[in-house]
C-alpha cells in the first residue's frame, strides 16, 4: 500500500510575520486557500526546489487565544494515501483509534503512540461513502 508525505501543518497567530520568517529561509508561497465561511487561511510554503515538501500554515482570522502559550502550534503531519479505507482498516486491526473517521471517503485523523496528530488524506479523488467508516463517530480530539 502506499504512502506519500504531503505536509506539517502550524497554527500562527501573525500570518505576515510568519510568511516573511520562513521566506528568509527561502521558502516560498505555493498555493492559499481562505475560507470565509470557517474563518481561517490556510497557506502553504515550501522551498523552492521542493514544492511537494510544503509547511501549511493556519491563521484564524478572528485570533487564537490559545496561542502562543497552549502548545498547539504544531498541527499534524499530513499523508496521503492510496485507499483511505484500506488504510484506516489497517491501523484499527492493529488496535489504533481512528480518532476521526473517513466518513466522507477523503480525510481521517490518528494519533501516534506520543499523540501526534496524523491526517491521512485519499490520493486523487474522494472515494464513495461506506459503512463502517460513513457512520462511525469521531472519538477524543484530533
Known sequence: MKIKYLHTMIRVLDLEKTMTFFALLGLEETKRYDSEEGRFTLLYMAPEDQPECPIELTWNWDGDDG?????????????????????????QDAGITINRPPRDGRMAFVRTPDNISVELLQLGESLEPQEPWASMESTGHW
Do not use: T, W
Not at 67 to 91: T, W
Open 67 to 91: 496561542l502562543p502559550s497552549d502548545s498547539r502550534h504544531f498541527g499534524h503531519l499530513a499523508f496521503g494515501v492510496e485507499n483511505i479505507y484500506e488504510m484506516c482498516q489497517k491501523l
